[in-house]
C-alpha cells in the first residue's frame, strides 16, 4: 500500500485565494481525520470523518475553513478565503474501523503558505 | 478533559545511552496511551500504545514505554539511543468518546555521537 497520499506537498498562496487540500487515505480505512500543525499551536484535530460522515468538527477554526469527503477514497480541506494566519503544515490520517484505539496513519503532510 | 503532558521541550542524549521521553496524563477513566514519532519534514509515525495489560509496553525499532498509574506517567524509552533517533516526539490520549487523539506538545530528541 502507499501510504496515505496527500497533495499538493507544498503551496503558496496569495491571501484572499481559495486553497483545497486533498487526501487519499489508506485503502479499507474507515476513519480520516485532517489535523494542522504550527509551531505556536502544536497539533491540532480539525476534522474528522467516519464512514465518510463528518463526526467532528469542532476543531475547525472559522467558517472559512470547510472539510469534504465524497467517498472512500478522498477527501478535500478547503479554506476561502486564506489568510496568513493559516500558514501550517497540514496532516490527513486515516486509521481502521475500530476507530482511535488503534494507531492512525499519518501522510506527508501539505505546507500551505499564505503570503 | 482528557489531556497529556510533555514537561520537556527537548532531550539531548549521547549516542550510545539510554534515553528518556518524559509524558503524564490526566484521564478519567481507563487511559489509552500512544507515542508518535516526526521526523523532518515527515508525518507522524505509530511507535507504540498502551490500552490494558502489561505496563511495559514494547514498540518500534527499539522503543519501549511503561505505564505507570500511581504517577500517572507513560515515559518512552531505549536501553542506547541512536543518531538515527533523532527526532519530534508526541504523546497523545483518546478522547471524544475514544475516536479522537489528543497530542502532547513535543519533545524534541537530540542524540550526539
Known amino acids: 500500500d502507499a501510504g496515505v497520499i496527500q497533495s499538493p506537498r507544498h503551496e503558496v498562496t496569495e491571501m484572499g485565494q481559495e486553497v483545497t487540500l486533498r487526501c487519499k487515505p489508506i485503502s479499507g480505512h474507515d476513519y480520516l481525520f485532517w489535523y494542522r500543525q504550527t509551531m505556536m499551536r502544536g497539533l491540532e484535530l480539525l476534522i474528522y470523518?467516519?464512514?465518510?460522515?463528518?463526526?467532528?468538527d469542532s476543531g475547525m477554526p472559522e467558517d472559512r475553513f470547510s472539510a469534504k469527503m465524497p467517498n472512500a477514497s478522498f477527501s478535500t480541506l478547503k479554506i476561502q478565503p486564506s489568510e496568513p494566519r493559516d500558514s501550517a503544515v497540514y496532516f490527513c490520517?486515516?486509521?481502521?474501523?475500530?476507530?482511535?484505539?488503534?494507531?492512525?496513519?499519518f501522510g506527508p503532510g501539505t505546507r500551505l503558505t499564505v503570503t | 478533559a482528557q489531556s497529556v503532558a510533555q514537561p520537556e521541550d527537548q532531550v539531548n542524549v549521547a549516542e550510545g545511552n539510554p534515553l528518556t521521553v518524559k509524558c503524564t496524563y490526566s484521564v478519567s477513566g481507563n487511559p489509552y496511551l500512544f507515542w508518535y514519532v516526526q521526523y523532518p519534514n515527515r508525518g507522524l509515525q505509530f511507535l507504540l500504545k498502551y490500552i490494558t495489560g502489561d505496563n511495559l509496553v514494547k514498540g518500534s525499532y527499539g522503543f519501549e514505554a511503561e505505564f505507570n498509574k500511581s504517577q500517572t506517567s507513560f515515559h518512552l524509552k531505549k536501553p542506547s539511543a541512536l543518531v538515527s533517533d533523532s527526532a519530534l516526539y508526541f504523546c497523545?490520549?483518546?478522547?471524544?468518546?475514544?475516536?479522537?487523539?489528543?497530542f502532547g506538545t513535543g519533545t524534541q530528541l537530540k542524540v550526539e555521537l
Open positions: 490520517a486515516s486509521s481502521p474501523a475500530t476507530g482511535g484505539s488503534n494507531e492512525q496513519y
Open positions: 470523518f467516519n464512514n465518510n460522515v463528518p463526526i467532528d
Open positions: 497523545a490520549t483518546l478522547t471524544g468518546g475514544g475516536n479522537k487523539l489528543t
